[in-house]
């Protein structure tokens, strides 16, 4: 059964790697392999960064090559090993000054206590070592090690940190090991490890160590105990905008009701349900020490109920309501008009108007009313309905001046929706 439920979730995993862009397209990543129980999660780690469009090599270690022959490697990867063996110097070279020239970003996935403590200590008495002792560019290790040998006095942790700062190590998961006990140690996910490779390569000077707070997918107001009042948001712009957010290296919190695709471990996550649930959890990240970075932004992209229907204790009966039901309700309060403006506040607006002039005023019009740096409107169209889509078309409306973002998926929306909140 758990191995089914894997492959489950390995199928949807690949299926969120495939909605998203090229983002390492034209990129060469170097992929170290030590001698692990872990080692068969490399090859899921290839499958994903070239589905994002990136060259993959593989260097092996000595123990490596005890668990997988080079030629699965070769395989997947569709380059020539580079291994003690293979290192060569002649007219078609595959050594490791070769390798580490031709590299953007090295990455080893697994690596040992051994492998880790020795490039602690700059040592290099192995082909993979050599390599990546050789390579000057961005550099990532994820170990994975039992979790007595990793929190070892003797081990070179600290000194890793020190030397190269926290994003050069992707750390272990806390599960059960391959020695049967339950610790510190398990090699990360894929693709966590992926998103943490795409955070090191896409990382932008403006966005670094900002606050970016999100809010997705759409509020759920009760009607009584076992019925709410919704809508049909998906929550796929919020996330994607996150996504976005933490790849470009910002400090990203979270905030919805819709959860559709897996997100890093280092993004914030706040999982609501009403209106009110939405305005405490952004009042509480605007007094926190995440809004006190050089910049904040607000990103409300969720889709706020207008209006609150009076909440019923208990289930409503059939008998109690009768054959029509009238429904009382009243109008919510204005999320974003209300929030202090603390930080830049961007807005989301949806319009059915079949004339763009019309749609494109009544966002201008919220843009006034509700006091905010600038709006992002897209519109429902009998042929386009952005809310369950993967792609979706932006304006991004900021005082007078309006930027048609294109139709295109939703996370390369993001991209340019962040591009254009760089100006505000």
Not at 6 to 21: A, G, R
Not at 22 to 35: A, F, N, T
Not at 407 to 424: G, T
Request: proline residues 4%.
């Amino acid at each position: 059964m758990e191995s089914e439920i894997n492959k489950i979730e390995s199928t949807q995993k690949m299926d969120f790697v495939e909605s998203l862009p090229k983002l390492l397209k034209d990129k060469k990543v170097i992929l170290g392999v030590c001698g692990s129980v872990a080692i068969y999660k490399s090859l899921e780690i290839i499958r994903i960064l070239q589905k994002l469009g990136a060259s993959v090599r593989v260097v092996m270690s000595q123990s490596a090559q005890e668990f997988i022959k080079p030629l699965l490697f070769e395989a997947i990867s569709h380059h020539q090993v580079l291994t003690q063996e293979t290192q060569s110097w002649g007219q078609n070279p595959c050594n490791h000054i070769e390798l580490a020239t031709w590299g953007d970003v090295f990455l080893i996935a697994p690596s040992t206590a051994n492998t880790f403590n020795k490039i602690a200590n700059g040592i290099a008495d192995n082909v993979l070592l050599e390599s990546f002792l050789a390579f000057d560019k961005i550099k990532l290790v994820a170990p994975a090690a039992n979790s007595v040998m990793l929190n070892n006095s003797t081990t070179s942790l600290n000194k890793i940190l020190k030397e190269y700062g926290s994003h050069f190590v992707i750390p272990p998961q806390v599960k059960e090991l391959a020695c049967g006990t339950n610790g510190y140690g398990a090699l990360a996910d894929p693709l966590e490890i992926v998103f943490n490779l795409l955070r090191a390569l896409l990382k932008n000077s403006f966005w670094e160590n900002c606050a970016v707070c999100v809010s997705g997918g759409g509020s759920k107001e009760a009607i009584d105990d076992v019925r709410y009042l919704s809508n049909f948001s998906s929550g796929k712009m919020g996330s994607s905008l996150a996504l976005a957010a933490y790849f470009l290296g910002a400090n990203v919190y979270f905030i919805s009701s819709k959860m559709p695709y897996p997100l890093p471990l280092d993004i914030n996550i706040k999982e609501v349900e009403s209106s009110e649930d939405f305005f405490n959890a952004i009042l509480s990240w605007q007094k926190s020490p995440f809004c006190k970075s050089k910049q904040s932004f607000l990103f409300m992209n969720a889709a706020i109920s207008d209006y609150l229907p009076k909440k019923a204790h208990g289930k409503l009966k059939k008998q109690e309501i009768g054959e029509v039901w009238n429904l009382q309700l009243q109008e919510n309060k204005d999320i974003l008009a209300t929030l202090p403006k603390v930080q830049k506040t961007i807005g989301f607006k949806l319009e059915s108007q079949a004339n763009e002039e019309v749609s494109l005023q009544n966002a201008q019009n919220a843009l006034r009313q509700k006091q905010i740096d600038a709006i992002c409107l897209n519109t429902i169209t009998e042929s386009k309905n952005p809310l369950e889509s993967q792609q979706n078309q932006i304006f991004w409306i900021q005082d007078s001046s309006v930027v048609d973002l294109g139709f295109c998926d939703k996370f390369s929306l993001a991209f340019k929706i962040l591009q254009q909140a760089k100006n505000l």
